[in-house]
């Protein structure tokens, strides 16, 4: 006899089971146990041993209470918005002031009142706000990190893509970050290099977007994304990546040399698990700038 165990048994299923059993084993006694008591056999004699699943009342399903999420998008911004002033001038495009409540941190944030309250809920819950300071004065910045740095992209798919004009490709690439400015800035290592703390050479430009471009090569004027082939069979000109975070690297990125740069937070998550020399482009940035505000 073969048996299966099951943690719950579907009628369907189980019919199904024992329809497959009749057409190609019809000579084997075949046994279906469930967790939940049901328990179905087919052969000779074992009808007695059949027994239905005991019912129980159909449970409606409520959406479950989920605990903010304290790395979330526009909660990252704010985290950064909070070690702004802490930051050299030029790392970090957030307001640098000093917040007493969350109203005050939603205003320089540009953020709702109620998303900053939630952010400072989950702050207090984690620990990681300092309530006796005048202040908003994050605490634990060393585990606040190494927390943060938890959602940092992995395996992340890019596009390779090249400029048709094939000279001047800085220049190629400041042209097409004025015309998309605020849907796309410089990352990772060119952003490293950008803000004067690259560490790693080689590595093509990263280009962050919101979303990522459609190309339609048929109009090259029409789109200034359209100055660019993806898929080359050359070398990329530039790598295209979608923000994870978008609020967070598009409101926090600054200008550098005439383009929009992602800031020094972001370039270390984002370069963390990046194959080439990431870890090591990521503790620079760490021991340079980060572990000081510890």
């Known amino acids: 006899m073969a048996v299966v165990h099951v943690d719950h048994a579907p009628k369907a299923l189980i019919a199904n089971v024992m329809a497959f059993a009749q057409e190609f084993a019809a000579e084997v006694a075949v046994g279906f146990v469930s967790e939940e008591g049901a328990s179905e056999f087919l052969g000779p004699g074992l009808e007695d041993l059949n027994i239905s699943a005991p019912y129980r009342p159909r449970q409606v399903k409520g959406t479950p209470m989920r605990a903010d999420n304290l790395f979330s998008d526009l909660n990252q911004w704010m985290l950064k918005v909070l070690l702004a002033p802490e930051l050299p001038e030029g790392m970090l495009n957030a307001p640098r002031g000093r917040y007493r409540n969350g109203v005050e941190l939603a205003r320089a944030a540009q953020v709702s009142a109620m998303t900053a309250s939630r952010f400072l809920q989950q702050l207090r819950r984690e620990r990681f706000l300092l309530e006796s300071q005048e202040f908003l004065t994050l605490v634990r910045r060393e585990e606040l990190f190494e927390r943060w740095s938890s959602v940092a992209p992995y395996g992340t798919p890019d596009v390779p893509a090249r400029f048709f004009v094939n000279i001047q490709i800085e220049e190629r690439v ?121």
């Open 174 to 294: 400041r042209e097409l970050l004025s015309a998309v400015e605020g849907d796309a800035c410089l990352g990772l290592f060119a952003a490293a290099d950008g803000l004067h703390v690259g560490h790693v050479s080689g590595v093509p430009r990263y280009i962050c977007v919101r979303r990522m471009p459609r190309f339609n090569l048929a109009l090259p004027g029409s789109n200034p994304w359209n100055a660019l082939r993806p898929f080359p069979q050359e070398a990329p000109h530039v790598l295209l990546r979608v923000a994870k975070f978008p609020e967070s690297t598009f409101r926090g990125a600054v200008r550098r040399d005439g383009a929009m740069v992602a800031d020094v937070i972001q370039v270390w998550l984002d370069v963390l698990n990046h194959p080439t020399r990431g870890q090591e482009q990521a503790e620079h940035i760490f021991r340079k700038l980060l572990r000081p505000l510890d």
